[in-house]
């Protein structure tokens, strides 16, 4: 059996049912805690994962070298970012606060990253985000600005201002 996102009182059941015992979850606990079996976050891999994909994937990918490699990651932000999501309130009662619920807009901040030896190249796109749009229409609404760091310059997308970092 090889789960090891199981609780102590389903692990207790299994063992019981397996070899007809009467375990409780407390003897589970001390028995990993004697065995120095500690809880920590779950790492989850894809169970359909294919090794020979896998190894086929990587042989394609050493064709690349590093500058010709672009780095997307998007982060985003609206109302409801800001939202508490712990409060206080008498013990025995639940903590409410009565909130309206609406998405308002949403801004999303879109950066691509690609490198060489001698420079840095900053894709930065802003803009509003619907859940509606797909990624390639989202990348072509957006105001995209450019900006190359090379050296100790940084320049804009024209290249006029020269600032320093």
């Known amino acids: 059996m090889n789960t090891p996102s199981l609780y102590h009182d389903e692990a207790a059941d299994f063992v019981n049912e397996t070899l007809c015992?009467?375990?409780?979850?407390?003897?589970?606990?001390?028995y990993l805690k004697r065995i120095k079996w500690t809880r920590k976050k779950l790492k989850v891999r894809a169970a359909q994962r294919n090794a020979?994909?896998?190894?086929?994937h990587a042989l394609q990918f050493a064709n690349y070298s590093m500058d010709?490699?672009?780095f997307l990651d998007e982060s985003s932000i609206d109302n409801r970012c800001t939202y508490r999501k712990f409060g206080?309130?008498?013990?025995?009662?639940?903590?409410c606060e009565d909130r309206r619920l609406a998405r308002g807009l949403r801004w999303s901040l879109l950066p691509a990253f690609s490198m060489n030896a001698d420079d840095l190249l900053v894709h930065l796109g802003l803009g509003l985000a619907s859940r509606t749009?797909?990624?390639?229409?989202?990348?072509?609404?957006?105001t995209v600005l450019h900006i190359m760091i090379q050296g100790n310059h940084i320049f804009d997308a024209q290249g006029l201002d020269e600032a320093q970092p």
Do not use: F
């Open 21 to 30: 015992t009467d375990i409780n979850p407390w003897d589970i606990q001390r």
């Open 133 to 142: 749009r797909s990624l390639g229409v989202w990348l072509s609404w957006i």
């Open 88 to 95: 206080y309130s008498p013990e025995g009662t639940p903590a």
């Open 52 to 56: 020979t994909l896998r190894a086929n």
């Open 68 to 70: 010709m490699l672009v």
